[in-house]
């Protein structure tokens, strides 16, 4: 399909009425931020962009600059609309949005750019001769705010048909309002969790499917607010509730999109191909260091425990919801289809672009040293014994995002793919998180509660 054109876009947002649209960019907390163009200004803006100042990416979660990462109050970027982003935003008066590339004032792309970092992991997948396809999986929960407290619409069972009915005027609407824009709806559900809910989209091409999942909670955001809800996609609301991951599937396919690299009907690892087994040994070789971009908030070292159905440990296992990669079982008479891996451990805290940035460097590093798998695991992994976990290869991952970050400095392969500059304003805004949430669980969970 042809890329947009700035007169296509202009068109189509008159014809609807158009009033704003919104320059949206995902910053180093993967909260969403940007500025509107008024529709008579937007032609001129979708060339020229609009400047933002560098030092956004070095505020954290509370709005605090962060002036050890080098930037202050000078220095600007200009945020570059990608047009085939392009939509209306159903569930709002009359704005639309575009998804912004950081480029410098020469036209270069910033280092600092997080979806400029996935376009270049996506680049070196298809030097290899490769296609990534992925969707992000997330899971929520609905309630109405009470007098400062979150009050979920529902407290019935998994899966329950009582809590899908609680949920059922949101639920249609977001179905509704995605396949406005161009997302198409897999499958819903209601989850563990009191107001926990799951409801899934079609897998795409690597940048797309980043962008999807920005589409996804802005418009998951923007229907709860019109109905009077509260929608949260953090981690843990609480230390008692269920958990909210945001789990990766993702495969390789040759350039064509015609052959499921991952696939091989003769493999008796989950049907498992052996470019799949050496993608998944990269994973796992970085993985205590990728955490720290896949669950990046204090928050989400809640979710992260044994027993949990989250992952607590650097292990991969077929059809196994307790490893940190399962291999899901196959769909019968769509075997190559479907066949993919699913990355637990990641949330809804991080950046899209850099969390899969990352997971596909660390596969393709993996594929590249002909990396060898353990074996899978097929049980709970903290039932093992300290000899198992060594023969097989398994350490506990992470238990708090200091500690992670400490694994991302040590892990020199993946800082030297997010490059210098934003591997350190990443890891000081994430440490400032670490200071600013010590020891005072309330303020963490209010927080987090009204940023995700």
Known sequence: MAARTAEEVIGKAQAAGVKLVRFLFSDTNGCVRGKCSSIATAAGRFKSGIGIVKAT??????????????????????????????????????????????QELNGGPWASCPRNFLKKQIEAAADMGFKVLAAFEPEFMLGVM?????????????????SMNAADRFISRLFDCLERQDLKVEQYYAELGAGQHELSIEPATALTAADNLITYRETAYGVAQELGLTATFMPKRSSEDAGNGCHLHLSLWSSDEKTNLFYDAQSESGNLSEIGLQFIAGILTHLKALTAITCPSVNSY????????????????????????????????QESQTCNIELKACDATANPYLA??????????GVKRKL???????????????E?????????????????????????????????????????????????????????????LLRY
């Not at 930037?71 to 982003?85: H, M, Q």
């Not at 899969?356 to 590093?365: E, R, T």
């Open 372 to 386: 060898v798998a353990p074996p899978a695991v097929q049980c709970e992994p903290s039932e093992l014994s300290d």
């Open 57 to 102: 990416m070095a505020q954290n979660l509370l709005d605090q600059m962060q002036t050890d990462s080098g930037y202050s109050a000078t220095g600007e970027v200009r945020l570059i609309p990608d047009l085939d982003t392009f939509r209306l935003l159903p569930y709002t008066s009359a704005s639309a949005s575009v998804l912004c590339d950081m």
């Open 388 to 448: 198992e976990m060594i023969a097989g290869q398994i350490e506990r991952l992470p238990q708090s995002l200091n500690e992670a970050l400490t694994e991302l400095e040590a892990d020199l392969f993946l800082f030297q793919q997010l490059g210098p500059e934003l591997a350190n304003t990443f890891i000081v805004v994430k440490t400032s998180e670490v200071s600013a949430y010590l020891n005072d669980a309330e303020f963490e969970f209010s927080t987090h």
């Open 146 to 162: 009470e007098a400062g407290e979150f009050r979920p619409v529902d407290k019935g069972l998994c899966f329950s048909t009582q």
């Open 356 to 365: 899969l940035g990352a997971v596909i460097a660390c596969g393709l590093d």
């Open 302 to 333: 809640r979710r992260l425990k044994p027993r949990s159905w989250s992952s607590a440990y650097t292990c991969w296992g077929i059809d196994n919801r307790e490893a940190a990669l399962r291999v899901p079982s196959l769909f019968s008479g």
